[in-house]
T-cell receptor, first 116, second 116 residues
Framework: AQTVTQSQPEMSVQEAETVTLSCTYD???????LFWYKQPPSRQMILVIR??????QNATENRFSVNFQKAAKSFSLKISDSQLGDAAMYFC?????????????FGKGMKLTVNP | EPEVTQTPSHQVTQMGQEVILRCVPI?????FYWYRQILGQKVEFLVS????????KSEIFDDQFSVERPDGSNFTLKIRSTKLEDSAMYFC??????????????FGEGSRLTVL
């Protein structure tokens, strides 16, 4: 079974600084998707960024970028120029492609605090 | 911006009672999901629903659980006889398609269920 591990339960960063959130996963599949979701205090999870495993190029979305290391099964999220609105729970998630499964497998999440 | 809405936001119930959690997915979406998060634990997949039938379910989704899309807009999760361990935040999610931008999953804000 696939698993997703976020080993850091909490992190903090100064406003305008850069922070990297780590995530590792375990799977026997070669084709899959990886996601980072943000859950602000309002509780609604929002997709931040996604990465297809077959793409070698790391995904970027404005201030958010990933470092996808397929061999190491590592998928970290870098937030540049951190803003107060980035404060939230961040979840790393995996979705396989075998057997038509659509389910997401989540990590435990990490609480990010942004200090002014 | 369209969003997934869930009601109630919080429900308290006695053990053994039936509970129905309601979700209104985004109107043109075709794939529907329920996830849950027990306090302090990972977000876990419960069930996926497409074309008026369950397409995938987890081992958590036993005979006590059922889902329904009764009127083409609502998507409900019913727990027939609640147990203490059913206390969790339940998230509804929907998406338009399976690939590309249409495959982005949108989550509701969640319904917190407390079983006493």
């Amino acid at each position: 079974a696939q698993t997703v591990t976020q080993s850091q339960p909490e992190m903090s960063v100064q406003e305008a600084e850069t922070v990297t959130l780590s995530c590792t996963y375990d799977t026997s599949e070669s084709d899959y998707y990886l996601f980072w979701y943000k859950q602000p205090p309002s509780r609604q999870m929002i997709l931040v960024i996604r990465q297809e495993a077959y793409k070698q190029q790391n995904a970027t979305e404005n201030r958010f970028s990933v470092n996808f290391q397929k061999a190491a099964k590592s998928f970290s999220l870098k937030i540049s120029d951190s803003q107060l609105g980035d404060a939230a729970m961040y979840f790393c998630a995996y979705r396989g492609t075998q057997g038509g499964s659509e389910k997401l497998v989540f990590g435990k999440g990490m609480k990010l605090t942004v200090n002014p | 911006e369209p969003e997934v809405t869930q009601t109630p936001s919080h429900q308290v119930t006695q053990m053994g009672q039936e509970v129905i959690l309601r979700c209104v997915p985004i109107s043109n979406h075709l794939y529907f999901y329920w996830y849950r998060q027990i306090l302090g634990q990972k977000v876990e997949f419960l069930v996926s629903f497409y074309n008026n039938e369950i397409s995938e379910k987890s081992e958590i989704f036993d005979d006590q659980f059922s889902v329904e899309r009764p009127d083409g807009s609502n998507f409900t999760l019913k727990i027939r006889s609640t147990k203490l361990e059913d206390s969790a935040m339940y998230f509804c999610a929907s998406k338009a398609g399976r690939t590309g931008a249409a495959g982005e999953l949108f989550f509701g804000e969640g319904s917190r269920l407390t079983v006493l």
